[in-house]
């Protein structure tokens, strides 16, 4: 299920790419790093909208965020009754709402970027397979009928030269395998294959001007030794430490006893290391996709941060409310009301049933009200019970009443 999801996309994206190579190509600049560096602005240039709509909630819920942990912390003993539970999800949504903010928008978000970033990864991975001017060099010495795949002996010769662990009569394959070996591997292959030694030669030759970057080539893994390939792995682990940092500053409160921001903080640190290592196993290539990432991925979140501070929390809810409101006309629904400012209290979102006050609770107030000022007059013996004169009392003392507590508020 997943590989039919990923395969379609990766196939679409690899097409692109084999252009875009061929385009630098046809400049004199076809390599392989380069290309890798510039497909990756192009493919995140075109994911920017996702980026802007993940970066505004990661703002807006850094602000939701008090306000839906003092809904927790007020239901959290109260997680067996059914009742509580609700209310808590109604509240919760509630908050949700106010801001504008759909619960499920940031899981929308990863659920679309997410194939994309793995078949981007499978392109980048599988290089040889998807820029057409690599792959041919492969397959003329490797497939054909005068390739060395139809020799005789040709798979037990490159499981006793290379091992089993390759599937070497798979084309496809083989040419991933080749593709990452080394000098010492590609003279071993000749010496296996004497006869091939001219055509072999000559495609390494190429492959080696089209993968070699900075002096480094982008179809080996990086060496763990005092060479440039090793910087690879730690700009790989230090970019990506510099994305997440960003990424989270300003979007998450500081608080030791807040599971998700503890989350957050743990993932700062283990995901570039994690990056680092994997680095080392994996085609250079790889790695500085990786970089370029995360370089670029900083950048965007640097403006899009610089934009929305700008913009401010209760703007921001602004532009969302108004927005869903010209979806809700399109489906002939009556608009939301714009909350005036984004960081009232819960209560004051709270549905109309809770908020109003029943017509009995609002008679008996004012039968009180009544009944007390008549009370002051009479004891007060100025006006005789029932006259005109009474009920132009109690309506004056009632006035001066409001108008002291108002003068109080003030």
């Known amino acids: 299920m997943f590989n039919a999801i990923i395969d379609p996309i990766a196939t679409l994206l690899g097409m692109i790419f084999d252009l875009l190579f061929k385009g630098l190509n046809f400049l004199n600049i076809g390599n392989v790093a380069i290309a890798i560096i510039i497909f990756t602005i192009i493919v995140k240039i075109c994911m920017l909208p996702l980026s802007i709509k993940q970066q505004k909630l990661s703002k807006l819920n850094s602000v939701m965020s008090p306000e839906i942990k003092a809904i927790q912390e007020k239901y959290k003993d109260k997680k067996n009754d059914q009742n509580a539970v609700v209310k808590m999800q109604e509240e919760t949504k509630a908050v949700y709402e106010k801001y504008g903010v759909s619960q ?18 499978q392109v980048f991975r599988n290089i040889p397979l998807y820029i057409s001017q690599i792959k041919v060099l492969f397959t003329s010495f490797l497939s054909g009928d005068s390739g060395i795949m139809n020799t005789e002996g040709y798979v037990d010769t490159m499981n006793n030269t290379f091992g089993n662990s390759v599937d070497w009569s798979n084309l496809d394959s083989a040419i991933i ?27 390494y030759d190429k492959l080696t001007h089209m993968n070699t970057f900075l002096g480094v080539n982008m179809s080996q893994m990086p060496k763990f030794a005092l060479t440039i390939s090793v910087l690879i792995p730690i700009l790989s682990g230090l970019t990506q430490f510099i994305s997440v940092k960003v990424a989270q500053t300003g979007t998450m409160n500081d608080d030791d006893n807040n599971p998700m921001a503890s989350s957050m903080k743990m993932t700062m640190y283990i995901m570039p290391l994690m990056s680092a290592f994997i680095a080392f196993s994996v085609p250079a290539g790889l790695g500085v996709y990786w970089i370029a990432t995360a370089v670029i991925q900083t950048i965007i979140t640097l403006i899009i941060n610089r934009y929305y501070d700008k913009l401010g929390a209760d703007e921001i809810v602004k532009k969302n409310i108004e927005k869903r409101n010209k979806k809700r006309a399109k489906k002939g629904l009556p608009p939301e009301t714009i909350v005036k400012n984004a960081k009232t209290s819960t209560k004051s979102i709270n549905s109309e049933s809770a908020k109003r006050k029943s017509l009995q609770q609002i008679k008996e107030e004012n039968e009180q009200k009544v009944k007390e000022i008549r009370e002051s007059a009479k004891n007060n013996g100025k006006y005789k019970t029932g006259s005109l004169a009474e009920k132009a009392g109690m309506v004056a003392q009632y006035n001066e009443r409001v108008n002291n507590k108002s003068n109080k508020k003030n």
């Open 177 to 203: 395998a080749i593709n990452n070996f080394t000098a010492d591997q590609w003279n071993q292959l000749k010496e296996a294959f004497p006869s091939f030694s001219g055509i072999m030669t000559d495609s």
């Open 104 to 121: 499920m928008g940031g899981c929308i978000q990863m659920l679309i970027q997410m194939p994309i970033l793995f078949a981007l990864y």
